[in-house]
């Protein structure tokens, strides 16, 4: 019998199956296609401290710490960009993260154009220089080579969670797994797992695009929540996130590759962390924020799982 079960190898199933087994508990991670396979594996890889939400700051300024240690970091910056007419909201919420141990700094349109001459910007941002992005390929080689012990099942997709007097059954298309506890860190796939959830969550379908342009080389990555775009350099070129790359950049593009991936939102936009039957878990619908929190999430999940089965051990 396994301690835990973790269901899902994006980047939030992998770190809580590693913060589970460092623990020292018995588990077993699995996916139903390959590890990172789905919308992690598309996402930019974009890690800064400030959000709107204080939790999901909370969150993104533990997991800023832990994966600024890692090798596979670029530390570039980054800009929260605002328009000039919620200056005041966002110089405010400025100064309560700041209050709270955020490094960042507010940039007006005059400093934006001076220190960041290659970038068009219209509005306002919030300058963290401690933020960066990973690649995402390079941080999974990274993980994988310092993860602690624990079996994954990959090409094992999960097709019922089956509870029993004192644990649960994963049903998989070849094998069913006795555990004491279950986490589901899915996407769209978990509501086919855990019905009880439909009316917390949102589906929304991201199109990213990867622009070949002229090189930039570090420049900060950046979210423009007035048109809701962001982009990070990639090799040189721009990787764009939205519809369109008008009005940020100002340089030649020369073609696109264009990926599509769907993303699970929680509608309060905070994502779903919590007990939903006694030994089952969930962890899911941080959407395309859920990389740059994943550290916290996986180390308040681990403290619910233990919390759990130290009671199942007395």
């Not at 508990?25 to 401290?49: C, Q």
């Not at 029993?164 to 070849?174: F, G």
């Amino acid at each position: 019998m396994f301690d835990s079960i973790v269901i899902g190898g994006g980047c939030i199933g992998l770190t809580i199956a590693n913060e589970l087994a460092t623990s020292g508990n018995k588990v077993l991670l699995l996916e139903k296609d390959h590890l990172i396979s789905g919308a992690t594996g598309k996402s930019g890889g974009m890690i800064r401290a400030f959000h709107q939400s204080e939790r999901l700051t909370q969150w993104a300024q533990r997991s800023l710490k832990k994966f600024s240690r890692m090798e596979s970091f670029n530390q570039t910056g980054s800009l929260y960009i605002y328009p000039l007419e919620n200056k005041e909201e966002f110089r405010a919420k400025a100064a309560n993260r700041k209050a709270s141990g955020v490094e960042l700094e507010v940039l007006t349109q005059d400093e934006l154009e001076a220190r960041f001459p290659e970038m068009k910007i219209t509005g306002e941002a919030l300058y963290e220089k401690k933020s960066g992005y990973l690649n995402i390929q390079e941080w999974f080689a990274e993980f994988m080579d310092s993860k602690a012990d624990f079996e994954i099942y990959e090409n094992e997709m999960v097709v019922s969670l089956d509870r029993k007097a004192n644990s649960w059954n994963v049903v998989t298309e070849n094998f069913t797994f006795e555990t004491q506890s279950v986490v589901v860190s899915t996407g769209i796939e978990i509501s086919s797992l855990i019905k009880d959830l439909g009316d917390e969550l949102t589906v929304k379908t991201i199109k990213t695009r990867s622009y070949s342009s002229n090189p930039f080389g570090d420049m900060p990555h950046f979210i423009d929540v007035s048109n809701f775009r962001y982009g990070r350099s990639h090799g040189g070129n721009l990787l764009l996130g939205h519809d369109s790359n008008e009005g940020i950049i100002d340089s030649p593009k020369r073609g696109f590759e264009l990926i599509e991936a769907q993303d699970l939102y929680a509608n309060d936009r905070e994502g779903i962390l919590k007990e939903v039957q006694s030994g089952l878990f969930v962890a899911t619908g941080w959407g395309g924020t859920g990389f740059k929190l994943a550290p916290a999430i996986a180390e308040d999940m681990n403290e619910l799982v233990n919390n759990f089965l130290g009671g199942c051990h007395v």
